[in-house]
């Protein structure tokens, strides 16, 4: 069975959800091999076996520091570097910046078809068929790389990680970078503010408040909800542009997408480039005021009502609950 090789995003020792769903999808196409390019190996191996990986290649540096800096042009001599040895019949990279950075880079490089931001990948034949959902999820396309070694980026919370013991055995890979990947490096790193919450696009819960807050401080009922139940907060775009919360929050077309198995969406109409970010959801709970608000179309469960009544008082019940 031919190699499917995912691209390792770790950072601190720590592997990100979407390796893990990276890896259940490539059981599902191949033989699945994971790549962890720069240092941290040692630490992030044990998840990968758990994952599936049945190889796990380690390319850790020429000596130039070039992989610690772990900026991108190292990443994607290192991967182009682990295809020409595995020849695989496809490379998944996560569909996060960086992830769509690395992946179009070695596409130009290997000469092949490249399929950004796919929801779902398939085996049909020797080949695969990619899904992505665009327009704002209006529109579904389906996509077959014709040309060379497909490379597919995926959407993190496309497909739920399940564990699958598998070898991992780790081949370590040699890889001399060239000048030119050398040539830029990152010489500061500011740590971003943690927030104690789950990070977004991995979170199992995530609230969400919408123009319906009503200001800033109007978030506080709906943190306080997230916190009760150990949940990120997301938010709608009216929000963030109204500068209420920070834009790395928002939810949708334009921000992140997330698939949790839990989404409160408080105080959002559900414009189509919100539900865009969120309607994968497993279960979809709404808040609003206004009964003809068009999220509750896709709610499981609807609350009519003011989410600034609504939201103590639930807040209150899950803590006696919990109590
Ligand atoms: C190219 C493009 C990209 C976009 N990308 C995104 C994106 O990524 N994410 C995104 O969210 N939007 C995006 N938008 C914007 C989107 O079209 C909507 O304008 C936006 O989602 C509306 O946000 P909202 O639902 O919070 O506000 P509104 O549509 O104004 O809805 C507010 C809702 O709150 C309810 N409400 C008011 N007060 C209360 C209360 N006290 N209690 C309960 N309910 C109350 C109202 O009944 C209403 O339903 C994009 C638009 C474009 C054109």
């Known amino acids: ?3 499917v090789l995912v691209l390792v995003d770790h ?18 196409l ?20 758990e994952h599936g990986a049945v190889k796990a290649y380690v390319v850790d540096g020429d000596g130039s520091g070039g992989f610690a800096d ?7 001599e ?3 570097a682990v295809v020409e040895r595995s020849a695989p019949s496809a490379v998944l990279v996560a569909s996060t910046p960086e992830g769509k950075e690395v992946a179009a880079r070695l596409a130009v490089r290997l000469g092949s078809g490249l399929v950004t931001d796919a929801v779902e990948v398939v085996p049909a034949g020797s080949d695969l068929v990619t899904t992505q959902s665009v327009f704002g999820g209006s529109t579904v396309v389906r996509s077959r790389v014709t040309h060379g070694v497909p490379v597919v980026t995926v959407r ?12 991992g055995e780790r081949v370590d890979v040699a890889v001399t970078l060239s000048e030119q990947a050398r040539s830029t490096r990152v010489l500061e790193r500011t740590a971003a503010e943690r927030t104690g919450r789950p990070e977004l696009s991995e979170a ?19 943190e306080a909800l997230a916190d009760v139940l150990g949940a990120a907060v997301g938010a709608s775009r009216a929000a963030t542009d109204a500068g209420w919360y920070p834009h790395q929050f928002q939810v949708g077309q334009t921000g992140k997408t997330v698939s949790p198995q839990l989404y409160i969406a408080n105080g959002i109409s559900g414009a189509i480039q919100h539900r865009a970010g969120m309607q994968t959801s497993k279960t979809i709970v709404v808040v609003n005021k206004d009964p003809e608000a068009p999220l509750f179309e896709i709610a499981d469960f609807g609350v009519v009502g003011d989410l600034h009544t609504v939201l103590p008082q639930a807040v209150d019940e899950i803590r006696r609950r919990k109590a």
Not at 11 to 28: F, I, P, W
Not at 70 to 75: K, T
Not at 156 to 167: G, H, L, M, R
Not at 208 to 217: D, F, K, L, M, Y
């Open 78 to 80: 290192a991967l182009a």
């Open 204 to 222: 199992s819960i995530v609230v969400s408040g919408g123009r319906g807050v009503g200001s800033a401080e109007g978030f506080g009922p709906v």
């Open 1 to 3: 069975m031919a190699e």
């Open 156 to 167: 993190p919370n496309s497909t739920t990680p399940e564990p699958a013991p598998a070898a």
């Open 11 to 28: 950072a601190d020792g720590a592997v990100k959800k979407v390796t893990h769903e990276l890896l259940t999808l490539a059981r599902r």
């Open 30 to 49: 191949g033989e699945p091999s994971a790549v962890v390019v720069g240092p941290g190996a040692d630490v992030t191996l044990d998840g990968l076996r």
């Open 70 to 76: 772990h900026v991108v042009a190292p990443q994607v």
